[in-house]
């Protein structure tokens, strides 16, 4: 499998407001969300970090802010079934838009080839007007977006890490 | 096409689908299937593919449904699960 990510760094931030300031960390992915019908990668320079998170039960998870933030309309190629999504603070029923996520390279060779990563039922995304909070309201990319793409995942908290091999065939 | 008109099609789809996918999971799993309204319009290995099938039958995005042949999934958890 090539590797496709090599030692991206955690997301760090400080909380100043604390006295002594306190810092949380979350492990992130360079992401490109697109329209689902794409045939050639789109350009990396517009990747933003989406947070792996390993405790989401679907693919992936957005505020309407991050369709718009990547040129996507959220009132177009709504999927007919809605998601309800469970929290510990309740449930709540959300849209879902047709679209698919690439993953771009940290590896100079790769870097002009995101790898598309399908999102197998769309993309769930709470829909509020307003702007999410940049630390706690990121985008989420789960487990079964991880395994459809079939990658190979490393995480190193004694370097605050994490790398990404792709598969050798496309599996998506 | 109106807003309402996109969405009845696309619940036209959805229940399509829904009576199709056991016969449908046994025979392509893993698939992508198409459907305008109850009409089932082809089939393709990837998304995109057919997507691009569907433009070249003359269609707008605004009048086919594309689902992948596996089981529909109506919520998630986010974050953990503490109920007792």
Not at chain 1, 40 to 49: E, F, G, K, L, V
Not at chain 1, 138 to 167: H, Q, Y
Not at chain 2, 41 to 70: M, N, P, S, W
């Amino acid at each position: 499998m090539p590797l496709f990510i090599d030692r991206w760094p955690f997301h760090c931030w400080t909380d100043s407001t604390r006295t002594p300031p306190l810092s949380h960390w979350t492990i992130v992915l360079p992401v490109v969300l697109t329209e689902p019908m794409l045939l050639n990668p789109p350009s990396a320079t517009t990747a933003t970090d989406w947070v792996l998170d390993t405790g989401i039960r679907g693919e992936a998870f957005a505020w309407r802010h991050h369709l718009i933030q990547a040129g996507l309309d959220p009132d177009q190629g709504r999927l007919p079934l809605p998601l309800i999504v469970r929290t510990v603070a309740g449930r709540l029923t959300v849209p879902v838009r047709d679209a698919d996520l690439w993953l771009v390279s940290n590896v100079p060779a790769l870097r002009a080839t995101p790898y598309r990563m399908v999102l197998h039922r769309g993309l769930p995304f709470h829909d509020v007007p307003t702007r999410p909070d940049p630390e706690f309201q990121r985008p989420l990319i789960g487990v079964r977006a991880l395994r459809a793409a079939g990658l190979k995942v490393e995480i190193d908290f004694a370097n605050d890490t994490i790398s990404v091999w792709t598969p050798d065939v496309y599996v998506s | 096409m109106t807003v309402e008109q996109q969405a009845d099609l696309g619940q036209q789809a959805l229940r399509a689908f829904e009576r199709d996918l056991p016969r449908l999971w046994a025979e392509r799993p893993g698939q992508w299937v198409a459907y305008q309204g109850e009409h089932l319009l082809d089939f393709a290995a990837h998304k995109h593919e057919l997507y691009h099938q569907c433009f070249a039958q003359g269609l707008t995005r605004e009048e086919f449904v594309v689902f992948c042949i596996e089981p529909l999934e109506t919520e998630i958890w986010l974050g953990p699960d503490i109920r007792d």
